[in-house]
């Protein structure tokens, strides 16, 4: 259907499609089984756009939407709105609760950043860097295992469903602020922040037979300003020191970090000021060669390097891996410099827990589960028997 508005932005679900307009309309389309589509009913399908009336976009919010198979979600500002399949939706609703066929804010959440949707679970990032999850967790997607780091009993215990969102729990980001977290069919993934920053040296720019006329080399100073044509238009050169003996700084304008921590980038896009870093002076060290940088590259090398270290190289794939690991976690190569009698003993241990593994879904008795998938023998087979 012709909307007579410019629209802002196009999103797309799992099984549907949404456009925001300049006047703050919000419109959808698609498989509309679990009522995802926002319209008050459930059908097979929406055809064309119509206008979810439960939306809306004020000026100068950001907005997003998305969904999984049976539920969608929007964050508009820096709230988070969804409607769909109940148990999925975040409210608190379990699986024989009716559709939720119109958009309904989550109360339970805290100003948010950034949204997302996985196949069947939904991911928010909060203004102070912490990680909400809902939806489905049977694949450990909602990473509630354990639902405390600091008290994982319940480590080994199977994955549940979370009906309202979960604020991840995890040793891993107790120092990070995670920036944004996405879903996938059955798994998940997190871009998150160490709080620090470091900046990249910049090598100064000589040009071959350029001489001086005492003969010297000399760095030729066209050569710098002619690479301002190559750079991208949110780069911009910073004037030279007065009295600078090197090549001139660049500073790169970062996007506003908006409701994040300070440096930190955000991805709402809704910061107008960007914030500048320069980049260390390059005529520190002698000519053509720069100074070891204190931090940048260097330091991230020197840093991957000392956390190598203690680990070995599989000699397959050359990924690293924890000394107390005997078998590539990729290819499943073994550890070099293992004896035949090691690799011997290895097999069988994962031979005997592939053995229990497998006891544990075929044996009998009266404590073993139904799956739901047996059948009960007939009268005359019973009397066959």
């Not at 198979?69 to 009716?98: F, M, Q």
């Amino acid at each position: 259907s012709a909307i007579n508005d410019t629209l802002l932005g196009v999103f797309a679900s799992a099984e549907g499609t949404f456009v925001v307009a300049a006047g703050g309309g919000v419109y959808g389309c698609g498989l509309n089984g679990d009522g995802q589509v926002g319209l008050g009913f459930a059908s097979m399908a929406v055809t064309s756009l119509r206008r979810v009336p439960e939306l809306r976009r004020d000026a100068c919010e950001s907005v997003w939407l998305g969904g999984g198979l049976h539920a969608s979600a929007a964050l508009i500002g820096d709230k988070v709105y969804t409607w769909g399949k109940a148990d999925e939706c975040g409210h608190g609703l379990g699986n024989n609760a009716p559709l939720i066929l119109t958009p309904r804010a989550i109360a339970a959440l805290p100003a948010i950043r950034t949204l997302r949707c996985g196949g069947s679970h939904s991911l928010a990032c909060a203004s102070n860097g912490d990680v909400f999850a809902w939806g489905c967790g049977l694949t450990y997607q909602l990473a509630n295992r354990p639902r405390n780091s600091s008290v994982p009993d319940d480590a080994d215990d199977d994955p549940e469903d979370e009906l309202t969102p979960y604020c991840i729990s995890s040793k891993q980001l107790e120092k990070r602020f995670v920036m944004l977290a996405d879903g996938g069919a059955q798994h998940s993934v997190e871009l998150a922040w160490t709080g620090t920053s470091s900046a990249l040296a910049v090598s100064p720019v000589q040009v071959a037979g350029a001489e001086h006329a005492g003969g010297e080399s000399a760095v030729d100073a066209s050569a710098t300003h002619d690479a301002d044509v190559l750079e991208p238009a949110r780069k911009r050169r910073v004037v030279e020191a007065e009295g600078g003996t090197g090549a001139a700084c660049s500073a790169e304008v970062l996007p506003d970090a908006g409701a994040g921590p300070p440096g930190a980038p955000s991805f709402s896009g809704t910061g107008a000021a960007g914030s500048a870093e320069l980049l260390p002076d390059a005529g520190a060290g002698s000519p053509g060669v720069p100074s070891e940088p204190a931090s940048g590259w260097g330091a991230f090398l020197s840093n991957v390097e000392k956390e190598s270290s203690g680990k070995w190289k599989c000699e397959v794939c050359s990924l690293k891996w924890d000394m107390a690991l005997t078998k590539c976690g990729a290819c499943e190569a073994f550890r070099p410099g293992l004896s035949e009698e090691d690799i011997a003993a290895a097999k069988a241990e994962e031979q005997k827990q592939m053995q229990a593994t497998i006891a544990k879904f075929t044996s009998g008795g009266a404590s073993a589960k139904s799956t739901g998938f047996g059948f009960a023998p007939s009268t005359q087979d019973a009397e066959a028997v």
